[in-house]
């Protein structure tokens, strides 16, 4: 079994959806947790980050985390075409051995249909 | 003014061969790591360097050798190159994360390897 677990999709909504992205993880150790976002042939791209349990807003995005469910989503409101793309979920700890390495999920694939 | 940059964007060489990718961050990051990315799209952490120091090895083949001449560049270099080692490799850079304000990771584009 995967560290973080994160369905890989693909997801296709129509345009203006509401999308929910999710992942769970087994590691207690993780604290920070990231939502990457990464067009086909380029890098991952930062699109979220919380440092523990609760929310972050960001224009349309918004980032949950609840530690004690092991659970972290990412939620996209008034989704557009540009939004298609991998959504990868990363997470780390903060000793030595956890933070400086990134464990991420296999991603999720979403299509935003016009 | 590209944040992480990666030479060279593809390779495509021939099984045995000895191959590097090099990786340069303008950032003014002290920590760079190498991902691999498989075909599945999985992400998995190889090496991390703080200030030319290795800090992660994660149970790479010796075959990869990373040289992190100073901060600002970590090099892969690859011997013998297998068929099992086409995948995308990603360079990325931050602020050391064991330490208050440290950052979060930014990513080069990629290195696509084919091995045939």
Same mark, same amino acid.
């Given at each position: 079994q995967k560290e973080v677990e994160q369905d890989p999709g693909p997801l296709s909504v129509p345009e203006g959806a509401i999308v929910s992205l999710n992942c769970t993880y087994s590691n207690s150790a993780f604290q920070? *947790?990231?939502?990457?976002? %990464?067009? /086909?042939?380029?890098?991952?791209?930062?699109?979220?980050?919380?440092?523990?349990s609760g929310n972050k807003e960001d224009g349309r995005f918004t980032a949950q985390v609840d530690k004690?469910?092991?659970y972290i989503s990412? *939620?996209?409101?008034?989704? %557009?075409? /540009?939004d298609s793309a991998t959504y990868l979920c990363a997470m780390r700890g903060v000793d030595t051995g956890t933070a400086s390495k990134l464990?991420?999920?296999?991603?999720?694939r979403l299509q935003v249909t016009l | 003014d590209t944040a992480v940059s990666q030479t060279p964007k593809y390779l495509v060489t021939q099984?045995?061969?000895?191959?590097?990718?090099?990786?340069?961050?303008?950032?003014?990051?002290?920590?760079?790591?190498?991902?691999?990315?498989?075909?599945k799209k999985f992400l998995k952490i190889m090496f991390s360097y703080n200030n030319k120091e290795l800090i992660i090895n994660e149970t790479v083949p010796n075959r990869?050798?990373?040289?992190?001449?100073?901060?600002?560049?970590?090099?892969?270099?690859?011997?013998?190159?297998?068929?099992?080692?086409?995948a995308v490799y990603f360079c990325a850079s931050s602020q050391d994360p064991r330490q208050a304000g440290g950052t979060e990771a930014f990513f080069g584009q990629g290195t696509r390897l084919t091995v045939v």
């Open positions: 920070y *947790f990231m939502w990457y976002r %990464q067009y /086909s042939r380029k890098g991952p791209e930062l699109l979220m980050y919380t440092y523990s004690s469910s092991k990412l *939620f996209i409101r008034d989704s %557009q075409p /540009s464990t991420f999920g296999t991603g999720t | 099984m045995g061969n000895d191959k590097s990718i090099k990786c340069e961050q303008n950032l003014g990051h002290d920590t760079m790591y190498w991902y691999k990315q498989d075909s990869f050798s990373p040289k992190s001449p100073d901060k600002a560049h970590l090099n892969l270099h690859i011997n013998s190159l297998e068929l099992g080692d086409s």
